[in-house]
């Protein structure tokens, strides 16, 4: 018997709470999917990830589980060779087999690490490299909400955020909740010039906050350089204001603006044009989609050879994953931005004592070995009942929006 061979491999579907947030793909459904990964070995270690809950990575899940018992939790060679064979052999069907692949490996590589931690005694950040600071910053992220839900009786506790002056009440309700300094706008919902006047009533209510903005890709190249002039001094970095590579190359050289990006640099055959083209001065890495915590040192370490900024995305997400980014964040000395975080829009919780709390705008490492966090058994039942009586399979923002605004349309650019 060992500690540290993987006995079993068990995956979990969960859909817990979202409220109605805007973004350039619709709005949030009332439950956003999820999927929690236990990783026991033959000693009894309990090792924990989570990861999104759509159908493809469920089924590529079940799939990979038989073939990692018998492996070590630190063979990470080996997760991606069996992972890449079932994504490549049992997926065949699926659309975006190579995207599908590092979100696989990811989702179990962090229950790997945990189980690895747990087994020594150690701390993830101590096998990550090391901490290299004691509190991980994260940023306030606003967003542009509907009041409730559709069919809902009653608005939900933030209301609605539509107006800039809506818009600085629920940053006011972060900031005062929560300590976050930076503060950023999910935008590519409203008219661009709408959103801008909420970033320019932000800085007026904020004056030293550092602010960001994130179309989503959802403006023309042409609006995004007609509008630099007035965000030249207003914001820290513009994050993926038109789509693609080339668009944000053109963009990059008009403007001392740093551009950021969690879209057209996604995985590792992107780095080479985009370095090349000068497309981008800041990468959100986010460990759920690059491959896990390996992956996602690898790709820090050739943003600090080249100079390129970096910090963390964020989608709905519980506490299993904001452990995991907050130990990355901490082994990541050239972390240089205030990590988002869709932490403080959630309300349910499937980690033992409650939701993790944020002081001063940062968070301090859950104490114990591993993530140190471990799984409330009863909450992972209900959310799972949630899941099975929600019966989403995928999560469908565009269908959502339409149910407020039936005359919506996708559209990327869109402005």
Known sequence: MSKTRIADLRITPIAFADPPLLNNAGCHEPFALRSIIEVETEGGVVGLGESYGHKALLDALTALAPQVVGMEVTDLNGLWRRARAVVRGAMQGYTGAEALLPRVVAAVEVAMWDAWGKSLGRPLVDLLGGQVRDRVSFSAYLFYKFARHAGASQDDIWGEVLT?????????????????????????????????????ALRAAFPTAPLRIDPNGGWHLHT????????????????????????????????????????????????????????????????????????????????????????????????????????????????????????????????????????????????????????????????????????????????????????????????
Request: proline share 7%.
């Open 164 to 200: 800039p002056e809506q818009l600085v009440d629920e940053a006011r309700r972060m900031v005062d909740e929560h300590g976050f300094r930076a503060l950023k706008l999910k935008a590519g919902i409203l008219p661009p010039e709408d959103e801008i006047a909420g970033l320019e």
């Open 224 to 415: 995004t350089l007609k509008l630099l002039p007035r965000l030249e001094g207003l914001i820290e970095y513009l994050e993926d204001p038109t789509d693609g590579i080339p668009a944000m190359s053109v963009v990059q050289r008009a403007t001392t603006i740093p551009l950021a990006t969690n879209m057209c640099v996604v995985a590792n055959d992107h780095l080479p044009p985009a370095i090349a083209e000068g497309a981008v001065r800041v990468i959100l890495s986010d460990h759920h989609y690059w491959g896990g915590l390996q992956a996602s040192r690898d790709l820090a370490r050739i943003c600090d050879i080249w100079g390129i900024g970096l910090s963390m995305h964020s989608n709905s997400h519980l506490g299993i994953s904001l452990a995991a980014m907050a130990h990355l964040a901490a082994a990541t000395p050239n972390l240089a931005y205030d990590c988002d975080t869709h932490y403080p829009w959630q309300t349910d919780e499937v980690i033992e004592g409650g939701k993790l709390r944020f002081e001063g705008g940062a968070l301090t490492l859950p104490e114990g070995p591993g993530l140190g966090v471990t799984l409330d058994r009863g909450e992972l039942r209900r959310l799972h009942q949630n899941y099975l009586d929600a019966g989403l399979a995928v999560r469908d923002d565009a269908k959502e929006m339409r149910k407020h605004w039936p005359d919506w349309k996708f559209g990327r650019p869109k402005f």
